[in-house]
């Protein structure tokens, strides 16, 4: 199985903060990695896919970039409502795997 | 629009089976895969397997196998989850996904397994 190792668990920052958070695969993927956000209670939303394309009606300060096994989730300038758990996951092969989370708070 | 809507929640006792569905809209169903994934309570995202309906040969991840099941019927363009010998452990939200050109997940289905 892929290994995905997300970085850090939690975060802790203030609004209009720059955010990255990092994901490394334990092989290569190809670019096959997408990013969510999830609250409390609501089904993982997606903000982005194939590693840098933003998700329908996501907005720009969320980016995603790539460089080799290292993925990164950028949010340029933190909103109140960014406050939740991001999750990234493989899909470069049938047996998806998924980051651990990272909780942000603000 | 690419579209997947889960059955209802349920309540089951430890020792039974739940099985949920997902109906799929948007694409073409036979083409695009299926997965099942869950998340108990205070816990993270777990894939459990998924189908490609052309081919109906499931894949299952080693933690699940001999007690999951993931079925489709390209009539309806529905596939199902079925779980058997459920556990406490068991209790978490399923959500079925499909990748057309990005992941679309469904709303969720809480399975309650409790006596």
């Known amino acids: 199985d892929i290994q995905m190792t997300q970085s850090p668990s939690t975060l802790s920052a203030s609004v209009g903060d720059r955010v990255t958070i990092t994901c490394r695969a334990s092989q290569n993927i190809s670019g096959w990695l997408a990013w969510y956000q999830q609250k409390p209670g609501k089904a993982p939303n997606l903000l982005i896919y194939?590693?840098?394309s933003l998700g329908n009606g996501v907005p720009s300060r969320f980016s995603g970039s790539a460089s080799g096994t290292e993925f990164t989730l950028t949010i340029s300038s933190l909103q109140p409502g960014d406050s939740a758990t991001y999750y990234c996951q493989q899909y470069n092969i049938f047996s998806w795997t998924f980051g651990q989370g990272t909780k942000v708070e603000i | 629009q690419v579209q997947l809507v889960q059955s209802g929640a349920e309540v089951k006792d430890p020792g039974s089976s739940v099985k949920v569905s997902c109906r799929a809209s948007?694409?073409?169903?036979?083409?695009?895969?299926i997965h099942w994934v869950r998340q108990a309570p205070g816990h993270g995202l777990e894939w459990m397997g998924g189908i490609i309906p052309l081919f109906d040969t499931p894949d299952y991840s080693q933690k699940f196998q001999g007690r999951v099941s993931i079925t489709t019927d390209k009539a309806t363009t529905t596939a199902y989850l079925e779980l058997t010998s459920l556990k406490s452990d068991d209790t978490a939200v399923y959500y079925c996904?499909?990748?057309?050109?990005?992941?679309?997940w469904g709303q969720g289905t809480l399975v309650t397994v409790s006596s």
């Open positions: 948007g694409g073409s169903f036979s083409s695009f895969a």
């Open positions: 194939r590693a840098s």
């Open positions: 996904v499909r990748i057309v050109t990005f992941p679309t």
